[in-house]
């Protein structure tokens, strides 16, 4: 027996594609108030024991006393972060895989990876800068020179014959000395590690002579006497260490290098995920043992909007063309 449909108008069509809408924007609506209800992963593309670990841990920490669920550091070295980047592609944008963006994986990786398999202006979305942290130039305290202008001296009566450790290709550090290698017309050669850690260890047992890195990771082995700073790259010296003159105070007017830690995620995640994750690390950022350490070593602490930060980002990108181009900067 033939029973017919029932005859639905346009009008009555469109209340109930309205109708589902709103439901849809309900559900979708109340998954995103609920963040986070699990863990949420932070990927550092570095080994433990440098500057990029030290701000996710910090920032991590309060993070996870602030909403109530952990946040796990998760780090990874190698491959100048690219296989990092690489993983956050892959995973859902949903706000519970995090990644520590910093100078080589969002400002140099482009210009030395293109064929990454990814487009860090589309694919990643800016959540809020971190913090910028001074760049110090150090060398192993048996180094035999006593500033910054007889370390130039003695390393151009050396061409080629010193070493500089960074924590891998495109790192912060690494750029630090390229950027130096161009103002001065050293030549050094780059040995590159897998993070921060492994590289300090062979600057501090001597078998490499230079290296350069943030604040954090240094100032304890600088205060120890166990290597010797010579200079800083930001344009006016440090609070931490101000009998350090700047690289621009030493003759090379206008040089200035910083390293900056930001939070990135993918690229979709619904933005009251990211703009309630921005909020709570600018709360993080203010909290008074956090503010208190990054103050003592002389680190901007940021937290600011998501558009700032992208600002900053293809700002950074722009600046750091030329150093990739003329130091030939180019993958391990």
């Not at 030290?54 to 920490?61: E, K, M, Y």
């Not at 602490?301 to 998501?306: A, D, E, L, M, Y």
């Amino acid at each position: 027996m033939f029973i017919p449909r029932p005859t639905i108008t346009r009008r009555q069509s469109l209340q109930l594609l309205g109708g589902t809408a709103l439901g849809l924007n309900a559900l979708s609506s109340s998954a995103q108030s609920e963040w986070p209800s699990k863990p949420v992963r932070w990927i550092v593309p570095f080994a433990t024991g440098g500057t990029s670990n030290i701000v996710a841990r910090s920032v991590a920490n309060e993070l996870s006393k602030q909403l109530g669920v952990p946040f796990l550091i998760d780090n990874k070295g190698g491959g100048g972060g690219v296989p990092s980047m690489q993983e956050i592609v892959r995973t859902p944008a949903d706000g519970y895989t995090l990644i520590l963006g910093h100078i080589g994986s969002l400002a140099v990786n482009p210009l030395i990876y293109p064929d990454s398999g990814y487009d860090v202006n589309k694919d990643f979305a800016p959540v809020t800068l971190l913090a910028k942290v001074p760049s110090l130039f150090v060398v192993h305290k048996d180094v035999p020179v006593k500033d910054f202008n007889s370390f130039v001296a003695y390393v151009k009566a050396r061409p080629g014959q010193l070493n500089y450790a960074s924590a891998g290709n495109a790192s912060a550090g690494h750029l630090a000395i390229e950027a130096l290698k161009l103002a001065t017309g050293l030549f050094i050669t780059h040995i590159p590690y897998r993070g921060t850690g492994p590289a300090l260890n062979d600057v501090l047992a001597g078998r490499i002579q230079i290296f350069s890195a943030g604040t954090p990771a240094l100032l304890q082995h600088i205060r120890s006497g166990s290597l010797k700073c010579l200079a800083v790259g930001t344009q006016q010296r440090i609070s931490a260490l101000p009998e350090v003159p700047t690289v621009a105070e030493c003759g090379y007017k206008d040089f200035e290098t910083v390293q900056w830690y930001g939070l990135n995620v993918k690229a979709g995640t619904p933005v009251e995920i990211i703009h309630k994750l921005q909020l709570e690390c600018a709360k993080a950022l203010s909290a008074p043992e956090l503010a208190a350490r990054f103050e003592s070593e002389s680190a901007v602490t940021g937290g600011g909007p998501s558009v700032d930060y992208a600002r900053f980002i293809q700002k950074e990108q722009a600046r750091w063309k030329e150093v990739v181009i003329k130091g030939q900067i180019k993958p391990a």
